[in-house]
T-cell receptor
Framework: GAVVSQHPSWVICKSGTSVKIECRSL??????MFWYRQFPKQSLMLMAT?????????EQGVEKDKFLINHASLTLSTLTVTSAHPEDSSFYIC???????????FGPGTRLTVL | AQSVAQPEDQVNVAEGNPLTVKCTYS??????LFWYVQYPNRGLQFLLK??????LVKGSYGFEAEFNKSQTSFHLKKPSALVSDSALYFC?????????????FGTGTQLKVEL
């Protein structure tokens, strides 16, 4: 299966700052990537679908101005949490879709803690 | 709309005993069904999938799942549990008729295998 990496694996930041999380597809050109967030002991919540070369599609209730997604190349999608607040603290996971009706491959996740 | 239900928050089983983690789904069309496993502070690892064909699907690490269309279920099973199987398990569904690659996840079931 595809290999997906995320950077950083964990980050601590002060309230009000912005944090960028990178998601890379290491061995596959991913036209579509997904961003999820996961609260402790809860399921994954889809935040947005990242499409290479076009605007991301956000799920209902997700603020697009707060969670900026850029997918400028076939191997890299970034999620920027702007003006972070403690309630944004979460585990953020990306995945890539192979374009077929098949399994998604997930990155290892990024733990964000906002102080 | 598609949905997944995992009725058990936690399943406890003794090592060497068979295990079952339950999953039921709801889709408007035909489903693609998946099981993923998550270890602490890690992303999701793919276990197995049902797309079409045999209702009994075999996957990684000795896991299998049975697709039951009449009961809209896709329970995960393993004949003999190992302590190392202890992790968080997610069932997911994609509605073929709905188009796109979006997955809907269940709430997860924590599996605890004890000696």
């Amino acid at each position: 299966g595809a290999v997906v990496s995320q950077h950083p694996s964990w980050v601590i930041c002060k309230s009000g700052t912005s944090v960028k999380i990178e998601c890379r597809s290491l061995d596959f050109q991913a036209t579509t990537m997904f961003w999820y967030r996961q609260f402790p002991k809860q399921s994954l919540m889809l935040m947005a679908t990242s499409n290479e070369g076009s605007k991301a599609t956000y799920e209902q209730g997700v603020e697009k101005d707060k969670f900026l997604i850029n997918h400028a190349s076939l191997t890299l999608s970034t999620l920027t949490v702007t003006s972070a607040h403690p309630e944004d603290s979460s585990f953020y996971i990306c995945s890539e879709a192979s374009g077929r009706h098949d399994e998604q491959f997930f990155g290892p996740g990024t733990r964000l803690t906002v102080l | 709309a598609q949905s997944v239900a995992q009725p058990e928050d936690q399943v406890n089983v003794a090592e060497g005993n068979p295990l079952t983690v339950k999953c039921t789904y709801s889709v408007s069309g035909n489903p693609y069904l998946f099981w993923y496993v998550q270890y602490p502070n890690r992303g999701l690892q793919f276990l197995l999938k049902y797309i079409t064909g045999d209702n009994l699907v075999k996957g990684s690490y000795g896991f299998e799942a049975e697709f039951n269309k009449s009961q809209t279920s896709f329970h995960l099973k393993k004949p003999s549990a190992l302590v190392s199987d202890s992790a968080l398990y997610f069932c997911a569904v994609r509605d073929i008729g709905g188009g796109g690659n979006k997955l809907t996840f269940g709430t997860g079931t924590q599996l605890k295998v004890e000696l």
